[in-house]
């Protein structure tokens, strides 16, 4: 009898052990995924910054100017709900102005211009990149959540159910291009 309760006493303990290590590591999954969307939304914050920079800078032609502004301005402003298409308008209208490599050019060539092209090329690399660990981060959070164990036992306590940010993040090519 007491060998029986000692036997379930340690499957349980095993059992409590691998519960507990199993919610540890959908913790630190959830802590991954809320650092990678705060460095995410740093670049996305730092892209539009870099674009209203270059279109209040008179450098471009009026037309290419308001785009670049009301895209980033747009982008600055969204709400979470539809920040993603924000985003993607942003995406657009830097392909859309900067479409032609004589747009970076001029770009380039104004006073100081050289620094806002390298600037501005940085920010849209390193979008995708950031969206990419984002996404990542919330692919590995699902795939553990999907778990039964996890579940049955409620081990995601009330967290919301990761959501990827999916949005249009291809830049321009002669700025994706720049070294």
Do not use: C
Not at 36 to 46: F, K, Y
Not at 83 to 96: D, F, G, I, N
Not at 116 to 125: D, G, H, M, S
């Amino acid at each position: 009898m007491i060998e029986t309760l000692v036997w379930t006493a340690l499957a349980l303990g095993v059992i409590g052990v691998y519960l507990s290590w199993t919610a540890g590591r959908l913790d630190r999954l959830h802590s991954r995924m809320d650092a990678a969307r705060a460095a995410l939304d740093a670049q996305l914050v730092r892209r539009a910054s870099v674009v209203l920079e270059v279109a209040t800078s008179g450098v471009l032609d009026p037309a290419s100017s308001i785009v670049l502004y009301e895209a980033a301005h747009g982008a600055r402003q969204a709400e979470e709900e539809n920040r993603e298409v924000a985003e993607s308008e942003l995406s657009q209208a830097l392909r859309a102005v900067f479409s032609d490599a004589a747009q970076v050019e001029v770009l380039k060539e104004a006073p100081g211009g050289e620094a806002a092209a390298e600037e501005l090329a940085a920010a849209v690399r390193r979008v995708p990149m950031a969206r990419r660990f984002h996404n990542d981060s919330v692919r590995a959070a699902r795939a553990l959540r999907r778990h039964r164990k996890v579940r049955w036992f409620r081990l995601a306590g009330h967290a919301p159910f990761p959501l990827a940010f999916e949005m249009d993040d291809e830049p321009p090519v002669d700025l994706a291009d720049r070294p």
